[in-house]
């Protein structure tokens, strides 16, 4: 293997920046290629991270026998694809999230992973940040005891991004498997990973994409057209897991809300945390009940650091230092656990496990 870890990235929209932003400050990285469908968008990004190498299509990226990893920042739709077809071409890679689109496709890169014998880190960049540590340690030395019940909302009154997002064709659903899928994943994670015994789901479709709103301001997708939305506004899960803990969530890109919220609170025997909008922790001593206010540096997710400390995990993987915290597997219990909050709507019925 080479001094440095040689990166291609494909896909350059919105997140690819966040990506190539981290790698280029990672001094063990070297990005040599970059691809997107959009050949200018490409080129751009080529230009400000002084990439030499521009595709426009993914396979003739992978063809560079001398790039050891790619990062996957393309529409949910394409991710299975890309991915697999890296991990046959011998590369590493990182996948943002969602894993895919289906159950099935995630089975699918796992069998390539397997097959391969390189690794898929599944790009839940929450399980990466500082806070997110320090929890993890609270609870692995068992300050919270056995955490029962975990709760995560987030909340957009007024933002659905439109384009590929409102899709299901090339997103595979809303606010779920978009936004959903990060305080999913959070609570899941720390929970210990417990296996899912049921699901019930709501989703709603009342409120459209609102393209009639003016006087506030909204991110729109590249690709925004006003006309095209076939995605859930709003969706609702109680997830219950065999070991008898469970989890609340909401999720919406609209909703007649009064702000934007985000939330992620568990509950254990011995103490609770609440990990957004900011980490606290509660516990009892001496009879008295206690707010624990740490003293840390970012006490919410903080985006930049955030992706700096995942993408450097996923450089240390690459040099065999360390595993990563994010493998396909957990990659396709989320498939499971978002699918299946979809199924459950569609039937209007709680699911088995
Ligand atoms: N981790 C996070 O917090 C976070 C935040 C935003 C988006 N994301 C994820 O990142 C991915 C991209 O989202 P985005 O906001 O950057 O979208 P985007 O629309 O800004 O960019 C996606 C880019 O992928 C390109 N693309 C699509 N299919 C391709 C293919 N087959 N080959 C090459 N290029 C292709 C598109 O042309 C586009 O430029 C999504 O999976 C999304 O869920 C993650």
């Given amino acids: 293997m080479s001094q440095k870890i040689r990166i291609g990235v494909i896909g350059a929209g919105s997140i690819s920046e966040s990506h190539l932003g981290a790698y280029a400050k990672n001094p063990e990285v070297e990005l040599v290629a970059i691809c997107d469908l959009n050949e200018e968008r490409a080129r751009a990004k080529a230009e ?33 694809p890309i991915s697999i077809a890296a991990l046959n ?6 996948c943002e999230k969602p894993l895919c689109k289906t159950v099935e496709e995630a089975f699918e890169v796992e069998a ?10 599944v790009g839940f960049v929450r399980r990466y940040a500082s806070n997110t540590r ?18 995560a909302s987030c909340i957009r009154r007024f933002g659905n991004p439109g384009g590929w997002f409102a899709d299901t064709e090339r997103s595979g659903g809303g606010p779920i498997i978009d936004i959903g899928v990060h305080v999913i994943d959070l609570c899941w994670y720390l929970m210990g990973r417990p296996k899912v015994k049921t699901i019930s789901g709501n989703t709603y479709k009342k409120l459209g994409n609102r393209s009639h709103i003016q006087n506030l301001a909204q991110y729109r997708a590249a690709d925004y057209t006003p006309d095209a939305n076939n995605v859930e506004d709003m969706a609702n899960a109680l ?11 909401d999720v919406s ?11 992620v609170k568990m ?5 609770g945390v609440e990990l957004e909008p900011e980490l606290s922790f509660i516990t009892e001593k001496y009879n008295t009940i206690l707010n624990i206010d740490p ?59």
Wanted: proline share 1%; aromatic share 12%; glycine share 10%.
């Fill in 134 to 151: 320090i929890v993890k340690e609270f609870m692995e030395n068992g300050d919270l005891g056995e955490i029962y019940y975990a709760k």
């Fill in 112 to 121: 390539a992973v397997k097959k391969s014998g390189k690794t898929l880190q």
């Fill in 48 to 80: 400000k991270y002084n990439i030499p190498n521009v595709y426009t299509d993914y396979n003739k990226l992978l063809e560079d026998g001398s790039i050891d990893a790619v990062s996957v920042c393309t529409w949910n739709n394409s991710h299975a």
């Fill in 267 to 271: 509950y254990g025997d011995k103490g």
């Fill in 295 to 353: 003293q840390i540096n970012n006490k919410g997710f903080d985006f930049i650091a955030g992706f700096q400390d995942e993408i450097d995990h996923f450089i240390d993987m690459c040099f065999g230092r360390k595993e990563t915290l994010s493998p396909v597997e957990d990659g396709v219990e989320m498939m499971k656990i978002l699918c299946g909050i979809y199924e459950s709507a569609e039937k209007g019925t709680e699911i088995s496990f």
């Fill in 253 to 263: 890109f609209t909703l007649h809300a009064k702000k934007d919220e985000i939330t």
């Fill in 239 to 249: 997830i219950r897991f065999e070991n008898g803990a469970s989890l609340l969530v």
């Fill in 89 to 94: 071409a011998g590369k590493n890679v990182l």
